[in-house]
């Protein structure tokens, strides 16, 4: 029993998840949206769950950065989220470093917004 549970404990993947913020601004309704950008570090791919400060309508989705094995500066992500009042929101982030960018979106409703993430030094 003890083999199982030493031998359950090393499949564990060997990832370091770094959740970073966000805002998006929709520059239609002038509505500030935050939230958190979730990467698994050097990876192409991220979560990012937004509020309406607002409104409270609240959207998720996922970034991906197609045919990359690595995150570079100045690689491009699509951006694909969902909100809780049906919206789709499409987009693309540029990665400005390793933990920060800037991006743009649209939604259904053919509202632009602009979006800021990551670490902002200080």
Known sequence: MAGLALAACT???NFYLAGYPVAAFDTVTDE???GTFRIIV???TGDMVLTGLASGTECEG???VPDVDMLEVGAIAN???RCSDGRLIRGQLVYGS???GFG???DTDDSPYLIL???IPT
């Open 11 to 13: 499949d564990i993947p």
């Open 32 to 34: 500030l949206y935050r």
């Open 42 to 44: 050097g990876e192409p």
């Open 62 to 64: 996922v970034s991906g």
């Open 79 to 81: 951006l694909l989220m």
């Open 98 to 100: 390793s933990r920060a």
């Open 104 to 106: 743009s979106a649209e």
């Open 117 to 119: 993430f990551g670490k």
